[in-house]
Protein backbone atom coordinates (compact mmCIF):
# COMPACT_ATOMS: atom_id res chain seq x y z
CA UNK A 1 0.00 0.00 0.00
CA UNK A 2 1.56 3.48 -0.68
CA UNK A 3 1.89 5.38 2.08
CA UNK A 4 -0.02 8.97 2.29
CA UNK A 5 3.88 10.92 2.11
CA UNK A 6 3.68 9.27 -1.22
CA UNK A 7 0.69 10.25 -2.49
CA UNK A 8 1.32 13.90 -1.26
CA UNK A 9 3.85 13.77 -4.29
CA UNK A 10 2.03 12.03 -6.68
CA UNK A 11 -0.85 14.41 -6.31
CA UNK A 12 1.80 17.17 -7.11
CA UNK A 13 1.84 15.28 -10.30
CA UNK A 14 -1.67 15.04 -10.68
CA UNK A 15 -2.25 18.87 -10.84
CA UNK A 16 0.43 19.33 -13.35
CA UNK A 17 -1.15 17.05 -15.54
CA UNK A 18 -4.53 18.74 -14.78
CA UNK A 19 -6.19 15.11 -14.00
CA UNK A 20 -7.45 14.93 -17.42
CA UNK A 21 -8.88 11.35 -16.88
CA UNK A 22 -11.71 11.24 -14.14
CA UNK A 23 -8.90 8.51 -12.08
CA UNK A 24 -9.66 6.72 -8.97
CA UNK A 25 -7.27 7.90 -6.15
CA UNK A 26 -8.27 5.88 -3.01
CA UNK A 27 -10.74 3.51 -1.73
CA UNK A 28 -12.34 4.33 0.92
CA UNK A 29 -14.11 0.84 2.41
CA UNK A 30 -16.34 -0.24 -1.63
CA UNK A 31 -16.47 3.69 -2.33
CA UNK A 32 -13.98 5.21 -4.16
CA UNK A 33 -12.64 9.31 -4.40
CA UNK A 34 -11.54 10.32 -7.95
CA UNK A 35 -9.37 13.47 -8.95
CA UNK A 36 -12.46 14.96 -10.43
CA UNK A 37 -13.81 15.19 -6.79
CA UNK A 38 -10.63 16.01 -5.60
CA UNK A 39 -10.53 18.72 -8.49
CA UNK A 40 -13.79 19.95 -7.89
CA UNK A 41 -12.93 20.31 -3.65
CA UNK A 42 -9.87 22.60 -4.38
CA UNK A 43 -11.84 25.02 -6.84
CA UNK A 44 -14.23 25.70 -3.67
CA UNK A 45 -11.32 26.01 -1.19
CA UNK A 46 -11.22 29.17 0.59
CA UNK A 47 -7.63 29.34 -0.36
CA UNK A 48 -8.44 28.81 -4.34
CA UNK A 49 -7.49 32.11 -5.74
CA UNK A 50 -4.13 31.89 -4.01
CA UNK A 51 -2.94 28.33 -5.11
CA UNK A 52 -2.14 28.86 -8.52
CA UNK A 53 0.80 31.07 -7.31
CA UNK A 54 2.22 28.69 -4.41
CA UNK A 55 5.24 26.63 -5.34
CA UNK A 56 4.64 22.94 -5.80
CA UNK A 57 5.87 21.42 -2.29
CA UNK A 58 2.65 23.66 -1.03
CA UNK A 59 0.24 22.80 -3.39
CA UNK A 60 1.08 19.37 -2.96
CA UNK A 61 0.19 19.80 0.44
CA UNK A 62 -2.75 21.06 0.50
CA UNK A 63 -3.84 19.23 -2.42
CA UNK A 64 -2.79 15.64 0.04
CA UNK A 65 -4.85 18.07 3.09
CA UNK A 66 -7.54 18.25 0.72
CA UNK A 67 -7.94 14.52 0.14
CA UNK A 68 -7.71 13.45 3.25
CA UNK A 69 -11.08 15.18 4.29
CA UNK A 70 -12.90 13.80 1.31
CA UNK A 71 -11.72 10.31 3.12
CA UNK A 72 -12.80 11.04 6.17
CA UNK A 73 -16.39 12.40 4.84
CA UNK A 74 -16.54 9.75 2.67
CA UNK A 75 -15.95 7.46 5.94
CA UNK A 76 -18.39 9.24 7.90
CA UNK A 77 -21.18 9.12 4.91
CA UNK A 78 -20.95 5.15 5.01
CA UNK A 79 -20.99 4.95 8.63
CA UNK A 80 -23.59 6.77 8.81
CA UNK A 81 -25.66 4.47 6.29
CA UNK A 82 -24.23 1.86 7.64
CA UNK A 83 -26.29 3.08 11.27
CA UNK A 84 -29.33 3.65 9.42
CA UNK A 85 -29.21 7.46 10.00
CA UNK A 86 -30.31 7.37 5.64
CA UNK A 87 -34.11 5.50 7.09
CA UNK A 88 -34.18 8.02 9.81
CA UNK A 89 -38.12 9.81 9.43
CA UNK A 90 -36.02 13.14 9.97
CA UNK A 91 -33.63 12.40 6.95
CA UNK A 92 -36.62 11.37 4.56
CA UNK A 93 -38.34 14.57 5.18
CA UNK A 94 -35.21 16.83 4.78
CA UNK A 95 -34.51 15.29 1.31
CA UNK A 96 -37.95 15.93 0.10
CA UNK A 97 -37.95 19.69 1.27
CA UNK A 98 -34.59 19.71 -0.73
CA UNK A 99 -35.59 17.98 -3.73
CA UNK A 100 -38.86 20.41 -3.55
CA UNK A 101 -37.15 23.44 -3.05
CA UNK A 102 -34.43 22.85 -5.49
CA UNK A 103 -37.08 22.05 -8.19
CA UNK A 104 -38.46 24.97 -7.56
CA UNK A 105 -35.54 27.34 -7.62
CA UNK A 106 -34.82 25.42 -11.35
CA UNK A 107 -38.79 25.65 -12.35
CA UNK A 108 -38.16 29.27 -10.91
CA UNK A 109 -35.41 30.12 -13.52
CA UNK A 110 -36.89 28.94 -16.23
CA UNK A 111 -39.53 31.56 -15.61
CA UNK A 112 -37.39 33.91 -15.40
CA UNK A 113 -35.65 33.24 -18.61
CA UNK A 114 -38.63 33.75 -20.67
CA UNK A 115 -39.54 37.17 -19.40
CA UNK A 116 -37.98 39.51 -21.73
CA UNK A 117 -37.78 43.47 -21.70
CA UNK A 118 -40.32 44.60 -24.51
CA UNK A 119 -38.95 45.84 -27.54
CA UNK A 120 -40.25 49.47 -27.11
CA UNK A 121 -38.91 49.99 -23.99
CA UNK A 122 -35.63 48.53 -24.85
CA UNK A 123 -35.52 51.17 -27.33
CA UNK A 124 -36.31 53.60 -25.14
CA UNK A 125 -33.98 52.82 -22.42
CA UNK A 126 -31.25 52.49 -25.38
CA UNK A 127 -32.20 56.23 -26.10
CA UNK A 128 -32.06 57.25 -22.70
CA UNK A 129 -29.00 55.94 -21.57
CA UNK A 130 -27.23 56.07 -25.15
CA UNK A 131 -23.53 56.25 -24.70
CA UNK A 132 -23.65 54.99 -20.43
CA UNK A 133 -23.30 51.17 -20.67
CA UNK A 134 -23.34 51.08 -17.09
CA UNK A 135 -26.73 53.38 -16.87
CA UNK A 136 -28.52 51.31 -19.07
CA UNK A 137 -27.27 48.01 -17.55
CA UNK A 138 -28.82 49.10 -14.41
CA UNK A 139 -32.09 50.39 -15.62
CA UNK A 140 -32.57 47.27 -17.58
CA UNK A 141 -32.05 45.32 -14.11
CA UNK A 142 -34.49 48.24 -12.21
CA UNK A 143 -37.04 47.23 -15.21
CA UNK A 144 -36.97 43.38 -14.43
CA UNK A 145 -37.05 44.17 -10.75
CA UNK A 146 -40.24 45.80 -11.11
CA UNK A 147 -41.92 44.18 -13.54
CA UNK A 148 -40.83 40.20 -12.80
CA UNK A 149 -42.90 39.71 -9.88
CA UNK A 150 -46.05 40.12 -11.76
CA UNK A 151 -44.91 38.08 -14.37
CA UNK A 152 -44.21 35.12 -12.03
CA UNK A 153 -47.51 35.92 -10.09
CA UNK A 154 -49.54 35.11 -13.65
CA UNK A 155 -46.92 32.47 -15.17
CA UNK A 156 -47.57 30.40 -11.26
CA UNK A 157 -51.45 31.21 -11.64
CA UNK A 158 -51.24 29.52 -14.82
CA UNK A 159 -49.98 26.35 -13.23
CA UNK A 160 -52.53 26.23 -10.29
CA UNK A 161 -54.67 26.02 -12.76
CA UNK A 162 -52.58 23.62 -14.87
CA UNK A 163 -52.72 21.26 -11.86
CA UNK A 164 -55.79 21.60 -10.37
CA UNK A 165 -54.34 22.99 -7.34
CA UNK A 166 -57.61 24.12 -4.81
CA UNK A 167 -56.88 25.33 -1.13
CA UNK A 168 -58.67 24.35 1.72
CA UNK A 169 -58.40 27.56 4.16
CA UNK A 170 -61.98 27.08 5.32
CA UNK A 171 -60.41 24.30 7.52
CA UNK A 172 -58.65 27.04 9.34
CA UNK A 173 -61.92 28.38 10.90
CA UNK A 174 -62.04 25.42 13.49
CA UNK A 175 -58.47 25.32 15.04
CA UNK A 176 -59.51 22.66 17.37
CA UNK A 177 -60.33 20.84 15.13
CA UNK A 178 -57.28 20.36 12.78
CA UNK A 179 -55.03 17.61 13.07
CA UNK A 180 -51.09 17.23 11.62
CA UNK A 181 -52.98 15.28 8.89
CA UNK A 182 -55.71 17.91 8.15
CA UNK A 183 -55.46 18.52 3.93
CA UNK A 184 -55.02 22.15 3.54
CA UNK A 185 -54.16 22.16 -0.41
CA UNK A 186 -54.66 19.61 -3.65
CA UNK A 187 -53.27 19.20 -6.94
CA UNK A 188 -52.40 16.98 -9.03
CA UNK A 189 -49.98 14.67 -7.41
CA UNK A 190 -49.25 16.57 -4.19
CA UNK A 191 -50.68 18.28 -1.09
CA UNK A 192 -50.12 19.83 1.57
CA UNK A 193 -51.11 18.91 5.42
CA UNK A 194 -51.27 20.82 8.95
CA UNK A 195 -47.94 18.78 9.45
CA UNK A 196 -46.08 19.61 6.24
CA UNK A 197 -46.62 23.26 7.33
CA UNK A 198 -45.75 23.46 11.00
CA UNK A 199 -45.96 20.55 13.12
CA UNK A 200 -47.78 20.45 17.12
CA UNK A 201 -45.66 22.57 19.00
CA UNK A 202 -45.57 20.99 22.86
CA UNK A 203 -48.62 21.73 24.16
CA UNK A 204 -50.98 20.21 21.17
CA UNK A 205 -51.96 23.54 19.23
CA UNK A 206 -51.85 24.75 16.16
CA UNK A 207 -50.69 27.75 15.84
CA UNK A 208 -53.56 29.07 12.64
CA UNK A 209 -52.06 32.49 11.83
CA UNK A 210 -48.45 30.32 11.08
CA UNK A 211 -50.25 28.24 8.84
CA UNK A 212 -51.71 30.58 6.89
CA UNK A 213 -48.64 32.50 6.66
CA UNK A 214 -46.49 29.09 5.13
CA UNK A 215 -49.53 27.25 3.08
CA UNK A 216 -49.22 29.91 0.04
CA UNK A 217 -45.41 29.70 0.11
CA UNK A 218 -44.89 26.21 0.21
CA UNK A 219 -48.08 25.73 -1.93
CA UNK A 220 -45.98 27.76 -4.32
CA UNK A 221 -43.03 25.35 -3.81
CA UNK A 222 -44.72 22.18 -5.15
CA UNK A 223 -46.24 23.94 -8.01
CA UNK A 224 -43.21 25.27 -9.45
CA UNK A 225 -41.44 21.61 -8.48
CA UNK A 226 -44.07 19.67 -10.04
CA UNK A 227 -43.66 21.73 -13.83
CA UNK A 228 -40.19 21.47 -13.48
CA UNK A 229 -40.80 17.56 -13.31
CA UNK A 230 -42.77 17.74 -16.31
CA UNK A 231 -40.00 19.66 -17.50
CA UNK A 232 -37.60 16.30 -17.07
CA UNK A 233 -35.05 18.98 -14.96
CA UNK A 234 -32.32 16.76 -13.39
CA UNK A 235 -31.24 17.70 -10.29
CA UNK A 236 -29.65 14.09 -9.12
CA UNK A 237 -26.32 15.28 -8.92
CA UNK A 238 -27.17 17.95 -6.39
CA UNK A 239 -29.32 15.83 -4.54
CA UNK A 240 -26.67 13.17 -4.06
CA UNK A 241 -24.21 16.38 -3.07
CA UNK A 242 -27.10 16.76 -0.58
CA UNK A 243 -27.34 13.46 0.91
CA UNK A 244 -24.06 13.05 1.37
CA UNK A 245 -23.40 16.13 3.23
CA UNK A 246 -26.93 15.62 5.09
CA UNK A 247 -25.68 11.97 6.41
CA UNK A 248 -22.98 13.29 7.90
CA UNK A 249 -24.55 16.17 9.32
CA UNK A 250 -26.58 14.14 11.37
CA UNK A 251 -23.82 11.68 12.12
CA UNK A 252 -22.10 14.18 14.09
CA UNK A 253 -25.03 15.89 15.27
CA UNK A 254 -25.91 12.35 16.74
CA UNK A 255 -22.24 11.96 18.40
CA UNK A 256 -22.15 16.04 19.71
CA UNK A 257 -25.32 15.37 21.62
CA UNK A 258 -23.35 12.14 23.50
CA UNK A 259 -20.26 14.34 24.49
CA UNK A 260 -21.97 17.30 25.03
CA UNK A 261 -25.35 16.10 26.53
CA UNK A 262 -26.08 19.32 28.46
CA UNK A 263 -24.51 23.23 29.23
CA UNK A 264 -23.02 21.84 32.38
CA UNK A 265 -20.41 19.92 30.32
CA UNK A 266 -19.48 22.66 28.74
CA UNK A 267 -18.92 24.61 31.92
CA UNK A 268 -16.97 21.68 33.15
CA UNK A 269 -14.80 22.05 30.48
CA UNK A 270 -14.44 25.50 30.80
CA UNK A 271 -13.21 25.24 34.26
CA UNK A 272 -10.65 22.58 33.55
CA UNK A 273 -9.15 24.75 31.18
CA UNK A 274 -9.35 28.37 31.53
CA UNK A 275 -6.84 29.37 29.05
CA UNK A 276 -9.54 28.68 26.57
CA UNK A 277 -11.01 32.23 27.73
CA UNK A 278 -7.86 34.24 26.35
CA UNK A 279 -8.23 36.08 22.73
CA UNK A 280 -4.95 36.59 21.31
CA UNK A 281 -3.75 40.27 20.22
CA UNK A 282 -5.28 40.19 16.46
CA UNK A 283 -3.40 43.00 14.06
CA UNK A 284 -4.89 44.52 10.55
CA UNK A 285 -1.61 43.68 8.35
CA UNK A 286 -0.85 45.09 5.05
CA UNK A 287 2.01 43.34 3.20
CA UNK A 288 4.02 43.16 0.28
CA UNK A 289 5.56 40.28 -1.07
CA UNK A 290 8.68 40.85 -4.28
CA UNK A 291 10.89 38.28 -5.71
CA UNK A 292 14.51 40.28 -4.74
CA UNK A 293 15.66 42.21 -1.92
CA UNK A 294 16.58 45.07 -4.15
CA UNK A 295 13.07 46.00 -5.23
CA UNK A 296 11.92 45.46 -1.92
CA UNK A 297 14.16 48.09 -0.38
CA UNK A 298 12.70 50.31 -3.32
CA UNK A 299 9.79 50.21 -2.46
CA UNK A 300 10.29 50.59 1.31
CA UNK A 301 12.03 53.65 0.14
CA UNK A 302 8.98 54.90 -1.83
CA UNK A 303 6.86 54.10 0.93
CA UNK A 304 8.46 56.38 3.95
CA UNK A 305 8.51 58.69 1.43
CA UNK A 306 4.57 58.86 1.66
CA UNK A 307 3.55 56.13 -1.30
CA UNK A 308 1.19 54.15 -0.05
CA UNK A 309 1.81 50.38 0.69
CA UNK A 310 -1.58 49.33 -0.35
CA UNK A 311 -1.33 51.13 -3.85
CA UNK A 312 1.81 49.74 -4.48
CA UNK A 313 0.51 46.41 -3.46
CA UNK A 314 -1.89 46.15 -6.10
CA UNK A 315 1.48 46.71 -8.74
CA UNK A 316 4.43 44.57 -7.27
CA UNK A 317 3.31 42.17 -4.54
CA UNK A 318 3.76 38.66 -6.12
CA UNK A 319 1.26 37.17 -3.50
CA UNK A 320 -2.43 36.57 -5.36
CA UNK A 321 -4.27 36.94 -2.43
CA UNK A 322 -2.35 39.83 -1.34
CA UNK A 323 -1.95 41.52 -4.84
CA UNK A 324 -5.48 41.02 -5.70
CA UNK A 325 -6.33 42.46 -1.91
CA UNK A 326 -4.23 45.51 -2.44
CA UNK A 327 -2.09 44.04 0.07
CA UNK A 328 -4.76 44.07 3.13
CA UNK A 329 -4.38 40.73 5.08
CA UNK A 330 -7.06 41.61 6.91
CA UNK A 331 -6.99 40.50 10.61
CA UNK A 332 -4.50 38.33 11.69
CA UNK A 333 -3.97 37.20 15.24
CA UNK A 334 -0.19 37.18 16.88
CA UNK A 335 2.16 33.98 15.97
CA UNK A 336 -0.25 33.22 13.36
CA UNK A 337 2.19 34.34 10.62
CA UNK A 338 5.81 32.86 9.33
CA UNK A 339 8.17 33.07 12.38
CA UNK A 340 10.58 35.39 10.79
CA UNK A 341 7.37 37.71 10.16
CA UNK A 342 6.64 37.52 13.53
CA UNK A 343 9.12 38.33 15.27
CA UNK A 344 9.34 41.93 13.45
CA UNK A 345 5.68 42.41 14.24
CA UNK A 346 6.48 42.09 18.02
CA UNK A 347 8.51 45.59 17.90
CA UNK A 348 6.70 46.88 14.74
CA UNK A 349 4.72 50.14 15.90
CA UNK A 350 1.25 50.73 14.66
CA UNK A 351 2.08 52.97 11.29
CA UNK A 352 5.13 52.10 10.34
CA UNK A 353 7.09 49.86 7.49
CA UNK A 354 9.11 47.09 8.78
CA UNK A 355 12.63 46.26 7.22
CA UNK A 356 12.59 44.19 4.76
CA UNK A 357 11.74 40.73 5.34
CA UNK A 358 13.46 37.53 3.85
CA UNK A 359 11.70 33.86 3.84
CA UNK A 360 10.44 31.11 1.86
CA UNK A 361 7.93 33.53 0.46
CA UNK A 362 10.08 35.81 -1.22
CA UNK A 363 10.91 39.55 0.37
CA UNK A 364 7.96 40.54 2.47
CA UNK A 365 7.33 44.54 3.90
CA UNK A 366 4.63 44.58 6.49
CA UNK A 367 2.75 47.31 8.49
CA UNK A 368 0.13 47.12 11.57
CA UNK A 369 -2.66 49.22 10.48
CA UNK A 370 -4.60 48.64 13.12
CA UNK A 371 -4.64 45.86 16.58
CA UNK A 372 -6.95 44.93 18.66
CA UNK A 373 -5.92 43.84 22.64
CA UNK A 374 -5.64 40.62 23.85
CA UNK A 375 -8.05 40.26 26.27
CA UNK A 376 -9.96 37.28 28.49
CA UNK A 377 -13.62 36.64 27.88
CA UNK A 378 -16.28 34.88 30.06
CA UNK A 379 -17.87 31.59 29.81
CA UNK A 380 -21.31 33.32 28.43
CA UNK A 381 -19.22 34.90 25.46
CA UNK A 382 -17.25 32.23 24.26
CA UNK A 383 -19.73 29.37 25.15
CA UNK A 384 -19.40 28.30 21.42
CA UNK A 385 -15.94 28.21 21.60
CA UNK A 386 -15.80 25.87 23.88
CA UNK A 387 -18.31 23.74 22.37
CA UNK A 388 -15.81 23.40 19.62
CA UNK A 389 -12.78 22.47 21.61
CA UNK A 390 -14.42 19.56 23.29
CA UNK A 391 -15.35 18.11 19.56
CA UNK A 392 -12.10 19.26 17.93
CA UNK A 393 -10.72 17.10 21.11
CA UNK A 394 -13.30 14.20 20.79
CA UNK A 395 -12.96 13.96 16.57
CA UNK A 396 -9.73 12.26 15.93
CA UNK A 397 -10.20 9.33 18.21
CA UNK A 398 -13.75 9.35 16.44
CA UNK A 399 -12.31 9.29 13.31
CA UNK A 400 -9.42 6.62 13.91
CA UNK A 401 -12.38 4.12 14.86
CA UNK A 402 -14.70 4.94 12.25
CA UNK A 403 -11.97 4.44 9.43
CA UNK A 404 -10.92 1.08 11.12
CA UNK A 405 -14.41 0.07 10.06
CA UNK A 406 -13.48 1.16 6.01
CA UNK A 407 -9.89 0.22 4.88
CA UNK A 408 -8.09 2.53 2.72
CA UNK A 409 -6.91 1.46 -0.63
CA UNK A 410 -4.51 4.23 -2.16
CA UNK A 411 -4.78 3.88 -6.34
CA UNK A 412 -3.15 6.87 -7.28
CA UNK A 413 -1.13 5.59 -10.48
CA UNK A 414 2.22 6.06 -10.97
CA UNK A 415 3.34 9.44 -13.39
Known sequence: MKTFTFCLALLGLLSINNCIANETLVKVGNSVITSRQLEVAMASAPYATQFPAMDEKDQAHLRGDMLLRLVHAEALYLHAKQQGLDNDPVFTKEMANFKTTLLAQRSLNTIREQFTIPDSVEKTLQK?????SDALTASRSAYVARQFPDFKTAHIKQLKQRYHV????DKLSDPKALTADTVLLTGDGFSVTTGDLLPLDNSGVIVTEQIKSKLEEWGQLLILARAAKDQSI???????DYQHQLLINMLLEKKQKEWIPDKNTLQQYFQKHPEIAYIPERRQIGQIVVASEQLAKQLRQRIQSGESLFELASQYSIDTYGR?????????PENSSLPEIETELKRLPDGEISSVIKSAKGYHLVMIVNRKPAESKDFAAIEDRVRQAILSEKMPAYLKTVMH???????????
Do not use: V
Open 234 to 240: DTQDQLR
Open 166 to 169: ITHT
Open 128 to 132: HYKGN
Open 405 to 415: NYPLQWTIPDH
Open 324 to 332: EHSGDMGWL
